[in-house]
């Protein structure tokens, strides 16, 4: 990898990414739960940690009024859901039943990465897209023993014979090569793909990666920049966690658009949330927020949002029971205005 000709190609890709994404946004993924049924989890996620200490996995699901009160906030401050995501083990109704409930209460559809599920039995009305966790293209078969490459494509060519828009996920740090880019530019060329999410590693304790380093950030803008290059209009979305904030305005001078990863609740407000902030601000607009709390509060309106109201048809089971849980959402919400409060007021 040469350094100059990285730099290089990221000024290329950032005036690309001028042209056809005026601004940045802020995205986090909706989790469904802490428990996957797959016999063989990835040897990177928490999930691989969390599964021989959970006796019963129904009750690593969160409730129902929860997810939507993460999703009416989410709303409020401009965060569009990157996706509806948990591990594997939901079966299509839950699956339905969810993402109704939440394009109900957002007014406006949704992606799915959910694993490889039969979307034919999804109410598409709601959907705006499927995301493949392909995570890696190297050694596989050692990291995601249980996802076949294979039948994500085979998920996601068949998503896209619906009319959905597609994308994968790619995680940085898993001892990825330079030569593997190429390899991603091919599959995002095969599969026509709408959107890629690139992370970097959290190594998280008890896994092979524990004390691993992740990527580097001129590793991580090679990527980002190189797609961005080969694929002018796609939509590419960075993670980025907490120590590794000051990763997010060379990112988006590679190319990306999007900002997603963050602990949302745990850091609204506080000074790494300010932080974030700045990293955009410094290089592009921004369009929602991190730090305003009577925007959070509901006490005043957000200017500039990425979120477009829609005409969502759900059925009358759905309706019904949003409206039936529709205190217990309120209490939800209140509780997470609390704590972001309380940490936003010790300084976080």
């Known amino acids: 990898m040469n350094p100059e000709e990285v730099l290089e190609n990221c000024i290329k890709a950032f005036r690309i990414t001028n042209k056809y994404f005026p601004y940045v946004s802020f995205e986090r993924a909706l989790f469904l739960g802490w428990y996957c049924n797959l016999k063989e989890p990835c040897k990177f996620c928490y999930m691989s940690v969390l599964k021989e200490r959970i006796k019963e996995p129904k009750k690593a ?29 939901y079966s299509g109704e839950e699956i339905n039943r969810i993402a109704e409930a939440v394009a109900y209460v957002q007014k406006c559809k949704q992606y799915l990465n959910v694993g490889v599920v039969d979307v034919e039995n999804i109410n598409l009305d709601v959907i705006e897209g499927v995301v493949g966790a392909v995570e890696t293209l190297r050694e596989r078969e050692k990291f995601c023993p249980g996802k076949s490459l294979e ?40 599969l026509e793909l709408d959107r890629i999410t690139f992370y970097s590693l959290n190594p998280q304790k008890g896994t092979i990666f524990e004390n691993k380093p992740s990527v580097t950030t001129i590793e991580y803008m090679n990527w980002v ?32 658009n999007v900002i997603t990863k963050f ?33 959070l509060k509901g006490l005043k309106k957000l200017e500039k949002t990425p979120y477009v109201d829609e005409d969502i048809k759900v059925s009358d089971k759905t309706v019904e029971l949003v409206e039936s849980i529709k205190s217990e959402i309120s209490k939800k919400i209140n509780d997470y205005i609390n704590k972001v409060e309380k940490r936003a007021k010790n300084g976080g």
């Open 151 to 190: 039948k994500i494509k085979e998920n996601l060519i068949k998503a896209k014979d619906l009319g959905l828009k597609t994308g994968i996920t790619i995680i940085l740090g898993l001892n990825e090569r330079e030569e593997d880019i190429e390899k991603l530019l091919n599959l995002i060329e095969e």
């Open 61 to 89: 699901k969160r409730s129902l009024a929860s997810i939507l009160a993460e999703a009416i906030l989410m709303k409020r401050i401009g965060w569009k859901l990157e996706f509806i995501s948990g591990g594997y083990g």
């Open 263 to 295: 602990p949302l609740f745990s850091i609204y407000g506080t000074r790494y949330a300010h932080w974030v902030e700045k990293e955009v601000r410094k290089v592009k607009e921004l369009y929602g927020t991190f730090t305003d709390l009577d925007i």
């Open 225 to 256: 920049s190189s797609v961005r290059l080969a694929f002018p209009k796609i939509k590419i979305i960075t993670g980025v966690w907490t120590d590794k904030i000051s990763m997010i305005s060379p990112l988006i001078l590679a190319g990306s």
